[in-house]
């Protein structure tokens, strides 16, 4: 075991507060709902709450583990998500929610296969762009590998389907991408060749187009597909400055659908107005840059890509997740990292954040 | 060392970051511009979306009769709506509610289907019902308490009181009139609710309080009510008639204290009946009046001194031409003084007496009878009748004018009109509200007797009342009316009907009627009874005197108005032993009436009202001691004892509810 001094105490600290400060939203989101669904109001409380125990042991096993690890893995760890992704495809492996096969059933548990598919994707390109080095500069050895193991996620996960994990994978391997020295045109290209598939994508889908449509004017239908951002709005407005007040918000008592989990920041906005909204979005960035601080500081490039990509993936998660709750983004499916409900996303955030703890114990020197 | 790719790395590394800062701050600003800038809009779209205004619908207030007994109470019921989005399994749901709602399963299915938010299922659940259907526990299944107006003695004054809707508005007669005094003010509860529409926590506010209706305690008297309502049933029935009216007022100050209509509908289920059922016929319907309108004419004529009521008149054998039309009578008369005119209701005789009197005349007292005119009774939907202006008066017209026809009234009208003979001469408005008051018992408004108009002097009034008290003697048109214990005056009414069809005088359809005031020689009821469309018989004096003589009957002695004849008023009591006027009518009838003895033996006081009991302790000289109020319940000593000493004499008064 190595020596763990020099971690990213505020890191943890961001992380640990953004985690418990999430218990308390779920419950207030969705205690009467529960009790109503489940005739128990701690339903979801209690489950966070386990999640969160189990995630941040996971996390500390993760700051614990040296991160030279995943390298060696990160094929392997590839694939294993990779099958993940095919098996819940699978008619009886997965279990479909609203439409979409997103989730594996084990007891007690659904996982969420697109989460761990995130951080499995990002070492591996973390793993690849250091073996590479000079060579992501080529198209054919430093871009289109990379776009072929992309398209193949993004395609299983258009199977499912999960756009709001697609569009991050995407938004994460670019952001990667530019930083390891790909060249912009290339990036600029897979752009303009991705528009027409996106465009495709979001019109063959009836669902998806209602979607864009409620977004660019919710007030067309406002009782059908504007209906979400709508009771966003309304209840992240009437929370002004201050807020209603812990648990005194109105919203979701069934007016604002999905309360507790993608929309938990309009709760959040309503209950404890402005304030609570820019001390949260504050700690994301503060988190942020701390992240971006330890890619900076990591001993080597595995380490500085790592820590780079999982910044971005939390970062890019978070404040898309504002943008479509505050309406400047279309509604896509996306978790509030550490905030909203679900076991999957909360484990995985953790474990990541684990991970970025133990490379910030390495840095090579003081910036 | 760091290289020129590393260096070039951290500056995009270094980008990406600031990118972030930008996304930041876009977000803040964002939250800014939801929050604070338009604050104020979403806060307003909050509080509507949230906010439910309850209103809280008092208790509509009671409708009494004058006696107290409740005509018309509200009672809070169970209502039951189904919210079908919220309902898990439509079908299931619809299986177990079908057999406790009495509706097949289709149809509760059909109720529940297309998703609407809110449908009622059953309005006014027996509390059985509700509490059955609360036993199932379906989600999406709601009750609210709503008021149902209930009228406990079903038929009984239903045409009077009127009804109410499902909503408690009145629709009908007491019940419409003084909606606005029943219903009392409507109050309003803001409460915060779930977008299921429940009712979050304690919190409501109370914005206004609502305030319970005004009871509403009304002239009629509901047995008198019963008695004309089955005594006009019986009459209508018997003769095998269309329908029929019956009113009964005190003449001396204009209270109705019985207005029935047959056929009649109950109203708890009013929206049973056709429309033309609910209609208060006896205050919305005039017809022709006939032979009863002499009695204005030769009231008038004595009035005017163009008569005296020795005078006769040639009644020229029954037929009599005017202005190219012949009149008739039913029977040939010669020559007829006055009273027997209207005995034997000649029409040639009035034609007479008309034409003597002069159009201006006979429609300037008309009027003055209220003729043509509403009575302004307090109930809705009154007629005026029909009097055309006396400019229009061609020909023959004064002459069958004043016989009852080309004419019309209400019932209401004549039973008005009559009332002023009976009165002495005073035209009274009639009214079936006497008293407004609050929920604890505080009067609120009272009304009293309104004086319209003197019509006649009291000593043509008394003229016209011994007149009409030879009507019902032997051989008089309306001998049917008499009663054996009280002196009746009255006026029996034949009339035809105009054809709809034809515009002329049908042959066939007929109105009868009989008015007139009972006891004759102090009267206290004034009785108008109408049969539409008779078969068996067309005369007012074969069909409708009967159920007059009927409803006059019962009525006194349910009032125990003292049997006609000075002295035997103080000495002859009707034995009473319960409040039910129909027991005391038999009782009657049974031959109870006991003749008490006069001097030192005490008398049988039971029954007698403490003006009645004074007046024959008076006589005897004797002092009594009276308590409590209302009839004689109590007396020491006990009837037919001997009265030894003065002191011990007590008669104990009790009202009778």
Known sequence: MKKLEGYDFIILMMVVTLTCFGIVMVYSASSIMAAKRFHDSFYFLKRQGLFALVGIGVMIAAMLTDYHFWRKYAVPILLFSLAGLVLVLIPGLGSKIGGASRWIKLPGFSLQTSEPAKIAFIMYLAYSLDKKQEKVQFFSTGFLPYMLVLALLLGLLLLQPDLGASITLAGVAMVMLFVAGTRPRYLLSMVLVAMPVLTYLVLHADYRRRRILAFLNPWEDPTNTGFQIIQSWIGFGAGGIFGQGLGEGKQKLFYLPEAHTDFIFSVVGEELGLIGVLVIAAMFLLLVMRGIRVALLAEDDFGRFLAFGITILLGFEAFVNMGVVTGLLPTKGLALPFISYGGSSLLISLFAVGVLLNISTRTRRAL | MRGGKEKWADIRIRLVGALFVAIFAVTAARAIYLQVIKNQDWTKMAERQHQRVVALTPARGTIFDANGAALAVSVEMDSCFAEPRKIEHLGAAAARLAPLLGMSKETVAKKLAGNKNFVWLQRQLTPDLAGRIKGLEIEGIGFVKETRRFYPNSEVAAHVIGFTGLDPAGLEGIEFKYDSTLLGNTGFLVTERDALGRDVALKGMLVKKSSKGYNVKLTLDKNIQYIAEKELAKAVVACGGKGGSALVMEPQTGKVLALANYPDFNPNASYRYPPLLLRNRAISDSFEPGSTFKVFLVAAALEEKVIRPNDSFNCENGSYSIGGKTIHDTHNYGRLAVPEILKYSSNIGAAKIGIRLGKEKLYAYLKEFGIGEKTGVDLPGEASGYLRDRSQWFGVDLATISFGQGVTATPLQMATAFSAVANGGVLMKPYLVSRITDDSDTVIQQFEPFRQRRVISPETARIMTKMLQGVTDEGGTGVNAALASYKVAGKTGTSQKVDAVTKSYSLDKRVASFVG??????????????????????????????????????????????????????????????????????????????????GSVMPNFTGLSMRQVLRNMEKQGLNVRLTGSGRAVAQNPRAGERIRTTDQVWVRFASNN
């Not at chain 2, 009267?523 to 409708?544: C, F, H, N, Q």
């Not at chain 2, 009591?573 to 109870?592: C, H, N, Q, T, Y």
């Open chain 2, 517 to 598: 005031f009972v006891p004759a020689d102090n009267p206290r009821l004034t009785i108008m009874v109408v049969v539409d469309e008779p078969k068996s018989s067309p005369y007012g004096g074969v069909v409708a005197a009967p159920a007059f003589s009927a409803i006059a009957i019962q009525s006194l002695c349910y009032l125990k108005v003292a049997p006609s004849g000075a002295d035997q008023l103080t000495t002859r009591v009707v034995e009473a032993k319960g409040p039910a006027p129909i027991r005391a009518f038999a009782a009657l009838a049974e031959g109870a009436i006991v003749e008490a003895a006069a």
